[in-house]
């Protein structure tokens, strides 16, 4: 994700709001008929999970394919006092909390999520937007930390808090958020990565670490990750709607 | 006074004039009108499914294409290849600024680059000359909104879808497609008569204006049964979830960075199609071509037009 298409959603939200405001109302700005259209999602959802369902694996990649220059999206360096200071201590102190419905709730250094069992893959990174960059990213298998946190059986989701001050008021922000539910948080490819290109993950990239989720759009891809929830259902998280983006209209499913 | 009614004596004698000439054309045409109408003969050309799917069809079409181009809108730049080369994109549509200030829409194509202001890279919405792509009157929504764009895209891909579908199978269950569509060996051999006629704007009359000719035959194939799956499976090769189910998909078109590129090709090819079909709708006669997609009657001119020139 990037400043550039934070500058772009900006930009088209407030498009969006200006529009809505005026007289003339097209079918997108009125409140039941973006309802349809996205009744479509449900069964774009359904239809790809029919297909993919747990195991396909996104196309891996040779390091010969590598994009020379990966182009980092969202936000570029979170800047908050606290995020400030956590890169000045190299990120010695990060924490990774896991919480919500599971029977042992855990707090992971980098070090600890370092000692766990790795992946590597080279996977191509597909922005809604529409470009893709090719990156090798490596980190721990986020199903071996939820087997560590033991999800109980009503979770459904796995809620990503990240550190990343979005919009809203300066003293207190909305930061970025995102979610999945068990299928794909368990997918063998779905890494807290902490490595990019095999040099510790970058700021504008999401140090210290990040989501990856490699059969879904780039907007899933949560940086700066501080903390996991596990959850029943997502209607009463910010705006409901289960993720930052998804809170300004994207779809909950970014398979396509 | 006087020459006050002298004006109007002679208005009223020059209007009577003309209503006269008028009287006798309108005869002229309306007799002219019958003897086409008692030589022609009508004919059913189109069945109900076919009527409905057109046009559902052409409803989706239209969507889509708008759609389309607003969700280019938010990164409006081809590349070709897995991934995006952002230093040497295939298309781009970009903008500057000139030495006075003003915005410029740059169009560049490889490495050679176009002025195109007020029509790609920079275009005034309400009033403003703005950095967009395409212009907003050709984007739905016609404001930056890429993720309502991404709505009327994907709900309408799964009408388009189904609804090609359905064709496909009613063509084929019906014999339309076998019949009407297929080109046939012996269409292929006046394929050069067919051009020729094309040319010079001679459309067929009787029996012949009873089916497609080979031209028509080609065109209409290849869009049903070349453009559409091609159209669909690039569009399905953009998703990444798609990829891990058919990676193959990435091999056949050459990435998905290509993949994106030639499903805008294939939009642009769409919107081709569409404007010569439109051109021959109206040079084959608009309303006797319009009323045959929505009753379904199709009047056929006699064999041996007795017209004189
Ligand atoms: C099942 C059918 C289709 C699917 C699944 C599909 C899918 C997609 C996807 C995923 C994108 C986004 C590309 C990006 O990330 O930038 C896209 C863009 C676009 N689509 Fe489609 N599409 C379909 C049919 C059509 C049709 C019928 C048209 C027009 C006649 C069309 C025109 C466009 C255009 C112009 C764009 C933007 C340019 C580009 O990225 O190629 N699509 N489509």
New interface residues.
């Given amino acids: 994700m990037g400043t550039d298409r934070r500058n772009f959603l900006a930009r088209a939200a407030a498009g969006a709001g200006a529009l809505a405001l005026s007289a003339c109302k097209g079918p997108s700005e009125t409140t039941w008929f973006p309802k349809v259209l996205d009744s479509a999602e449900v069964l774009t959802k359904k239809v790809q999970r029919l297909f993919a369902g747990s195991t396909t694996l996104a196309p891996e990649f040779t390091k010969a394919d590598i994009s020379p220059f990966f182009k980092a999206n969202g936000t570029l360096n979170p800047g908050t006092t606290d995020y400030n200071a956590a890169v000045a201590n190299n990120f010695q102190d990060w924490k990774i909390s896991v919480g919500g419905l599971v029977e042992h709730p855990l707090k992971l250094s980098l070090a600890e999520l370092r000692a766990l069992p790795s992946r590597s893959q080279i996977t191509r990174h597909d922005c809604v937007e529409g470009w893709s960059c090719i990156g090798e990213w490596t980190g721990a298998p986020l199903k071996n930390i939820l087997a560590l946190a033991v999800p109980r059986a009503n979770a459904r989701y796995v809620v990503f808090y990240c550190a990343d001050p979005m919009s809203g008021d300066p003293t207190d922000p909305q930061y970025y958020y995102e979610s999945l539910d068990l299928i794909e948080a368990c997918h063998p490819q779905t890494i807290l990565a902490y490595d990019m290109n095999g040099e510790a993950l970058s700021v504008p990239h999401g140090a210290p670490v990040r989501l990856r989720c490699e059969r879904q759009l780039g907007y899933k891809h949560a940086n700066n990750v501080q903390r996991l929830e596990l959850a029943e259902s997502f209607d009463h998280i910010n705006g409901g709607n289960g993720g930052y983006w998804e809170d300004n209209g994207y779809t909950w499913w970014a398979g396509i | 006074m006087t020459s006050q009614d002298s004006a109007a004596g002679l208005k009223s004698s020059s209007v009577a004039g003309i209503e006269d000439k008028a009287r006798g054309a309108w005869r002229g045409w309306q007799e002219r009108r019958r003897t086409r109408l008692s030589n022609r003969q009508m004919f059913y050309r189109h069945t109900v499914s076919v009527r409905v799917l057109h046009w559902i069809n052409a409803i989706c079409l239209a969507i889509m294409f708008m759609s389309g181009l607003q969700?280019?809108n938010?990164?409006p730049?081809l590349?070709w290849g897995?991934?995006?080369?952002?230093?040497h994109p295939a298309l781009w549509l970009t903008s500057e600024q000139d030495p006075q200030g003003h915005l410029r829409g740059i169009t560049q194509i490889g490495t050679t680059r176009f002025d195109t202001t007020g029509w790609l890279g920079a275009s005034s919405a309400d009033g403003q000359m703005a950095e967009r792509g395409f212009p907003s009157w050709a984007t739905?929504?016609?404001?930056?909104?890429?993720?309502?764009g991404?709505?009327?895209h994907?709900?309408f891909?799964?009408i388009f879808v189904i609804n090609g579908f359905l064709f496909v199978v009613y063509a084929i269950w019906s014999r339309h497609f076998q019949r009407d569509l297929l080109p046939k060996m012996s269409d292929l051999r006046h394929l050069g008569r067919d051009i020729v006629d094309h040319i010079r704007l001679r459309f067929p009359k009787g029996e012949a204006a009873k089916h497609y000719n080979v031209l028509q035959k080609i065109a209409y194939f290849s869009v049903v049964f070349i453009l559409g799956p091609l159209i669909v499976l690039t569009g399905?090769t953009?998703?990444?979830?798609?990829?891990?189910?058919f990676?193959f998909l990435?091999w056949i078109f050459g990435g998905?960075?290509s993949a994106?590129t030639i499903h805008f090709i294939c939009a642009f090819s769409f919107l081709g199609f569409f404007i010569i079909h439109i051109v021959m709708v109206i040079l084959a006669g608009p309303w006797n071509e319009i009323r045959s997609m929505i009753t379904g009657r199709y009047a056929i001119a006699p064999e041996e037009p007795p017209h004189g020139n």
């Fill in positions: 969700i280019f938010a990164h730049a590349y897995r991934y995006s080369d952002f230093d739905l929504p016609g404001p930056q909104w890429l993720a309502m991404r709505l009327w994907f709900f891909a799964w399905l953009m998703s990444p979830t798609m990829d891990s189910v990676p990435l998905r960075q994106r």
